[in-house]
C-alpha cells in the first residue's frame, strides 16, 4: 500500500510529496507549506465537481454496457450508434469555430512555424537537447527542398544521398558562421 502524508486536510503519496518538496518546489520561490495549504483548498473546492463527473461517466458506462449487451450479436448501424452515444451524452456536437487570444507569448511560440521545444533553462542538458532538436529540423528541411541544389550527386532520393547530406551540413555551417560570432573558431 502507498504511504501516505496528511496535508491539511488530504492525504498524498509520500514520494509525491517528496518530490514536490525536494525537487519541483526549491529555486522557484515558492514557500511548500503555502503550496500544499493551496493544493488542498483547490482539491477540498473541485472535489464536488470531481464526484458529479466521475458519477456522469459511470451513468454513460452503464447505459454504453447495456446498448452493447442488448446488440450483442448484431450488425452494427453505424447511424443509430453514434445517435445513441449522442443521445446519452457520450458525443456532443462539434462546436461552432471559435478564436483563442493570448497576450506575453514569445514570437518563437506564437509566430514561427516549426517544431517547439519547452525546457527549464537551468537544465543545461535539456537546453542542449532543444537547441540539437531545432538544428536537426534545419537539416530535415534543407534536404527535402530546392534550397540544396541537385546537381553534382547531390539528388533528392527515396534513401539517404550522403553528397546531398554533405551540402546540407555546409549550407547550415555557414548559416551557423555567418549567424553567430564565435572568433576565432569556425563551425568546420
Not at 537547441?131 to 534536404?143: E, K, P, V
Not at 533528392?156 to 560570432?181: F, H, M, Q, T
Request: hydrophobic share 40%.
Amino acid at each position: 500500500m502507498t504511504e501516505r502524508v496528511q496535508v491539511g486536510g488530504i492525504q498524498v503519496a509520500k514520494n509525491l510529496y517528496d518530490f514536490v518538496n525536494n525537487e519541483a518546489i526549491p529555486g522557484t520561490g515558492i514557500d511548500a507549506d503555502k503550496f500544499w495549504a493551496e493544493f488542498d483548498k483547490i482539491v477540498n473546492e473541485l472535489a464536488p465537481r470531481n464526484r458529479e463527473l466521475l458519477a456522469k461517466r459511470d451513468a454513460i458506462q452503464e447505459k454504453m454496457d447495456s446498448w452493447n449487451r442488448d446488440h450483442k450479436g448484431q450488425k452494427l448501424d453505424m447511424a443509430e450508434y453514434k445517435s445513441f452515444l449522442k443521445d446519452i451524452g457520450y458525443l456532443v456536437d462539434e462546436p461552432s469555430e471559435f478564436k483563442i487570444s493570448t497576450s506575453n507569448v514569445d514570437p518563437e511560440v506564437a509566430t514561427m512555424a516549426g517544431p517547439q521545444l519547452v525546457v527549464p533553462i537551468m537544465n543545461a542538458r535539456f537546453a542542449l537537447n532543444a537547441a540539437n532538436a531545432r538544428w536537426g529540423s534545419l537539416y530535415d528541411a534543407l534536404y527535402g527542398t530546392d534550397a540544396i541544389s541537385e546537381e553534382d550527386g547531390a539528388e533528392k532520393g527515396r534513401g539517404y544521398n550522403p553528397v546531398r547530406g554533405a551540402k546540407v551540413i555546409e549550407w547550415a555551417r555557414n548559416l551557423l558562421d555567418s549567424s553567430v560570432r564565435r572568433r576565432p573558431v569556425r563551425c568546420r
